[in-house]
């Protein structure tokens, strides 16, 4: 996992830098279960006294596929998340969410490889005649790069651009982050 993690963060901690420098890296583990180094704040000030904590989330069971969890908490370190869906971002419940209630309400990832198409073309090199029906479908949500025959940086780099346009287009509005 880390041969996809390490270089994202780097490259998304750049990014974020230039484009979102209201977001801070986090400077301590403040949601349970998520490494500060992977996770950013934005405080709304005194009118709201809200923190949103926008988490990264490499996921060990496709390596190279990740999502972003959106926290949003009343306090600058949070123990406990309720899981909040997409009709509660409008009331900003406390609670934790997917980037993907922001944009449609439907869960959405980024690969930085095809898990999919290696698994099925496995079974294939082991039995050619491996039926379609029992190969493993892509996820509906799945941003994949346009090609996968470039440089892991460059599918990095077009994971990140895809990543914030969304935060700009989806997040950031809804949560009055201007």
Same mark, same amino acid.
């Given at each position: 996992?880390?041969?996809?993690?390490?270089p994202?963060?780097?490259?998304?901690?750049?990014?974020?830098?230039?484009?979102?420098?209201?977001?801070q890296?986090?400077? $301590?583990?403040i949601?349970?279960?998520?490494?500060?180094?992977?996770?950013?704040?934005?405080h709304?000030?005194?009118?709201?006294?809200?923190?949103?904590?926008?988490?990264i989330l490499?996921?060990?069971?496709?390596?190279?596929?990740?999502?972003v969890?959106?926290?949003?908490?009343?306090?600058?370190?949070?123990?406990?998340?309720?899981?909040?869906?997409?009709?509660?971002?409008?009331?900003?419940?406390?609670?934790?969410?997917?980037?993907?209630?922001? %944009?449609?309400?439907k869960?959405?990832?980024?690969?930085?490889?095809?898990?999919? $198409?290696e698994?099925?073309?496995?079974?294939?090199s082991?039995?050619a005649?491996?039926?379609?029906?029992?190969?493993?479908?892509?996820?509906?949500?799945?941003?994949?790069?346009?090609?996968?025959?470039?440089?892991?940086?460059?599918?990095?780099?077009? $994971?990140? $651009?895809?990543?914030?346009q969304?935060?700009?287009?989806? %997040?950031?509005?809804?949560?009055?982050?201007?």
């Open positions: 996992m880390a041969k996809f993690t390490k994202f963060m780097q490259e998304l901690r750049l990014s974020w830098q230039r484009e979102f420098p209201f977001l890296p986090a400077s $301590a583990n949601i349970p279960n998520r490494s500060q180094s992977i996770t950013y704040t934005y709304t000030g005194s009118a709201t006294n809200l923190f949103y904590h926008f988490a490499f996921t060990s069971k496709q390596p190279g596929e990740f999502t969890e959106i926290f949003i908490s009343d306090k600058p370190t949070q123990e406990t998340m309720t899981i909040c869906w997409p009709d509660d971002i409008k009331d900003r419940k406390l609670g934790q969410y997917r980037i993907g209630w922001f %944009v449609d309400g869960d959405h990832w980024w690969g930085l490889k095809d898990n999919v $198409a698994s099925n073309a496995f079974m294939k082991l039995d005649d491996f039926p379609s029906n029992l190969q493993m479908q892509k996820r509906q949500y799945l941003w994949l790069p346009s090609s996968l025959d470039q440089p892991l940086n460059s599918i990095i780099n077009e $994971a990140i $651009a895809d990543l914030n969304k935060m700009k287009d989806h %997040v950031f509005p809804k949560l009055d982050i201007t």
